[in-house]
């Protein structure tokens, strides 16, 4: 079946820890995106690529990093800098042209220790 | 940046009742598509409205686009438990790729 992996589901970060959430995909889209979410809130976009080696910062990208090496993948790094780090976050695809849906993964729950 | 509102933030109806969730704008959105989100999982897409008055359905939900594209509907005719989650309107920036921005979420709980 084809879709989006997302791992791992729970994550627990040290103080002044960098870690790194994993995003696969074997649908063959060309664009994901990165999403954070806080308890009852949106989406609220941090990086997203639309392209292998491409990427572009969203609204909230302060404190995190992406890498896009691979069409199917696209981890992201929470920093030390991101002072408020616990929130779900959400890894999505899309095939990249407009007005396409998105797919979503079953999302990673970060917290801190 | 381009806002999108939605409203109410979160519904309480008694099953059998009907729900809507209104999205709105202050500019001209692209497109709307919709999402569900049930408790402790993710967004799954339900629908997308590109068309000035464009009204889908999808069984007991009805989805429409209003006539200046600045506002957009999902209603759900005698809600039944199953229904339950958030529903998320998102609009597409039709001049950045797939780009989407996302209103706040309707959190529609169903008693039984």
Redesign the interface.
Known sequence: DGGITQSPKYLFRKEGQNVTLSCEQNLNHDAMYWYRQDPGQGLRLIYYSQIVNDFQKGDIAEGYSVSREKKESFPLTVTSAQKNPTAFYLCASSNGYSNQPQHFGDGTRLSIL | ?QQVM?IP?YQHVQEGEDFTTYCNSSTTL??I?WYKQRPG?????LI?L?KSGEVKKQKRLTFQFGEAKKNSSLHITATQTTDVGTY?CAD?D?DA?????????T?LMVKP
């Open positions: 940046g939605q933030q692209s497109n598509q999982g993710h967004p799954v897409f997308q590109v998320f597409g039709g790729g797939n780009m989407l921005t996302f209103g706040g979420g959190r």
